[in-house]
């Protein structure tokens, strides 16, 4: 199945090229807020399986392309993010930033990205007012868990995975705290659906690419990552609960590079979905911590 949030906080899942609206299951109002609706389905999904044909049959339709498709998730409990997760990538940064450097999930491990730097998949990239600085797109597949957990085994990781998404990490290069440099409000764009794991390419061979105005940038397979998604699940869990609806973003691979106001951006990830993001100028998120250490290598740059 293929779930949507859509039309300011309404659930639904795709149907050929339809989404249906799945109100009757929704356990809020699309209005209220925080907007845990997606969350909570997924976190009752056990429950709500047996109910969804009839909910699917009798829901109402509306062509997904006249759909106003949000971020599917749009109130998580944390988004866990692995910076250096594909070797190519990681040798691509020792060579940008400078560093002789060890500095790789397998021994760093992750951080965490604001929540509210979610974005919809009709929405633009809006890039901050900061001079002198690159904006980098980062081409992710984001793993979204069901069954919360803690300490989850590597054998039991999968069974904790709800489904998957197209994601992008985007970030300003530099030296400040990481998740500063990718939590501006759209800075995670996240969509078009959430793909259930049934449907979806087996975890260790999901392929993705990623390309600026039609050239591409980035491509690669999860076959290739440093850490994988079951010890990904594992590492996350030895430090902290996982909820139904967290969302992992799993890395970037080789190929990041800047984005400029009016470039398109498109991510496609087999089985999974694909998104095109406008990128636009906005008139606000400046500040002069910025201006203290632009281009100065020596920190954390993924
Ligand atoms: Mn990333």
């Given at each position: 199945m293929k779930?949507?949030t859509?039309?300011?906080g309404?659930?639904?899942?795709v149907?050929g090229?339809?989404?249906?609206?799945?109100?009757?299951?929704a356990?809020?109002?699309?209005?209220?807020?925080?907007p845990?609706a997606?969350?909570r389905f997924?976190a009752?999904?056990?429950?709500n399986?047996?109910r969804?044909p009839?909910a699917?049959?009798?829901?109402?339709?509306?062509?997904?392309?006249?759909?106003?498709?949000?971020?599917?998730?749009?109130?998580?409990?944390?988004?866990v993010a692995?910076p250096?997760?594909?070797h190519?990538?990681?040798?691509?940064?020792k060579v940008?930033?400078?560093?002789?450097?060890?500095?790789?999930a397998d021994?760093?491990?992750?951080?965490?990205?604001?929540?509210?730097?979610?974005n919809?998949?009709?929405?633009?990239?809006?890039?901050?007012?900061?001079?002198?600085?690159?904006v980098?797109?980062e081409?992710?597949?984001?793993v979204?868990?069901?069954?919360?957990g803690?300490?989850?085994s590597?054998?039991a990781a999968?069974?904790?995975?709800?489904?998957?998404?197209?994601l992008?990490?985007?970030?300003?290069?530099?030296k400040?705290?990481r998740?500063?440099r990718?939590?501006?409000?759209?800075?995670c764009?996240?969509g078009?659906?959430?793909?259930?794991?049934?449907e979806?390419?087996?975890?260790?061979?999901?392929?993705?690419?990623l390309?600026?105005?039609g050239?591409?940038?980035?491509r690669a397979?999860?076959?290739?990552?440093?850490?994988?998604?079951p010890?990904?699940?594992?590492?996350?869990?030895?430090v902290?609960?996982?909820?139904?609806?967290?969302?992992i973003?799993?890395?970037?691979p080789?190929g990041?590079g800047?984005i400029?106001s009016g470039?398109?951006?498109r991510?496609?990830i087999a089985g999974?979905?694909?998104?095109?993001?406008?990128?636009?100028?906005?008139?606000?998120?400046?500040?002069?911590?910025?201006?203290?250490?632009?281009?100065q290598?020596g920190g954390?740059?993924t």
């Amino acid at each position: 199945m293929k779930f949507v949030t859509f039309d300011a906080g309404k659930i639904g899942a795709v149907v050929g090229a339809d989404v249906v609206d799945l109100s009757s299951l929704a356990p809020t109002a699309p209005e209220e807020f925080p907007p845990t609706a997606m969350v909570r389905f997924i976190a009752d999904y056990a429950k709500n399986l047996p109910r969804l044909p009839e909910a699917i049959e009798r829901g109402a339709r509306k062509l997904v392309s006249a759909c106003d498709l949000q971020a599917p998730i749009l109130w998580p409990n944390k988004i866990v993010a692995y910076p250096a997760n594909y070797h190519a990538h990681f040798e691509e940064m020792k060579v940008k930033t400078g560093l002789i450097s060890t500095y790789k999930a397998d021994g760093q491990g992750f951080f965490l990205k604001a929540n509210s730097s979610l974005n919809g998949p009709s929405d633009p990239i809006v890039l901050p007012k900061v001079q002198g600085r690159e904006v980098h797109h980062e081409c992710e597949l984001a793993v979204i868990i069901g069954a919360g957990g803690r300490d989850i085994s590597r054998d039991a990781a999968m069974d904790h995975v709800f489904g998957y998404s197209c994601l992008l990490d985007i970030v300003i290069r530099g030296k400040e705290e990481r998740v500063m440099r990718k939590s501006f409000d759209s800075f995670c764009p996240m969509g078009p659906w959430i793909v259930t794991k049934d449907e979806a390419p087996a975890e260790n061979d999901i392929q993705m690419s990623l390309s600026v105005n039609g050239v591409e940038k980035q491509r690669a397979n999860t076959r290739n990552l440093i850490v994988d998604i079951p010890e990904m699940i594992k590492m996350a869990s030895s430090v902290m609960t996982l909820y139904p609806g967290d969302i992992i973003a799993t890395g970037t691979p080789a190929g990041v590079g800047p984005i400029a106001s009016g470039d398109k951006i498109r991510i496609e990830i087999a089985g999974v979905g694909a998104m095109e993001l406008d990128v636009v100028q906005g008139a606000g998120g400046g500040h002069e911590v910025w201006n203290k250490s632009a281009d100065q290598p020596g920190g954390p740059a993924t």
